[in-house]
């Protein structure tokens, strides 16, 4: 079941736990910058309360992170993709897919043509490019960050 979530859900903080876990993914979010990622978002939605979650902007939104400003300095029109976690436990269900099949039919419907994330080169996420890449997403760009110490790649989906 997928629920659109918002500060008030009652698997916030399982959420959020859930986020943090994965931080090198992902990265960290006190309760005041989680429920700010919700507020801001053009989608956010969990299945089974806090089995998968993710989290998304539009073009529009107020936003810092640098990954996001990259493709708003490139790009007029794009749902963004910031965040996707899936717990161990509930791996290998589907529940990323789901998320990201309902993400680009609420995007499609709002006009957006281009989805858009980034995806850690170092350290590396080997699952997740795997991920995207049946998707259909391809590379538009990289970047080093050194605030993070990460390099990503920036990657595109035309929907």
């Known amino acids: 079941m997928i629920t659109r979530l918002s500060p008030a859900v009652p698997a916030f903080e399982a959420l959020r736990t859930l986020n943090n876990e994965h931080a090198q993914e992902l ?59 899936t717990a161990p436990a509930a791996r290998g269900r589907g529940l990323a897919v789901t998320l990201y099949d309902t993400l680009f039919q609420e995007a499609r419907a709002a006009g957006h043509t281009l989805a858009v994330c980034e995806v850690n080169r170092h350290p590396p996420n080997p699952v997740s490019e795997a991920f995207h890449a049946r998707f259909g997403f391809v590379q538009a760009g990289k970047a080093d960050l050194p605030a993070s110490g990460k390099t990503v790649h920036y990657l595109v989906k035309t929907l």
């Open 27 to 85: 990265s960290h979010a006190n309760t005041d910058r989680f429920s700010l990622l919700l507020e801001r978002s053009f989608f956010a939605a969990s299945i089974n309360e806090a089995d998968a979650f993710l989290i998304a902007f539009d073009q529009d939104a107020d936003y810092d992170s640098p990954n996001f400003l990259w493709f708003r300095e490139r790009f007029l029109k794009f749902v963004y993709i910031d965040r996707v976690v």
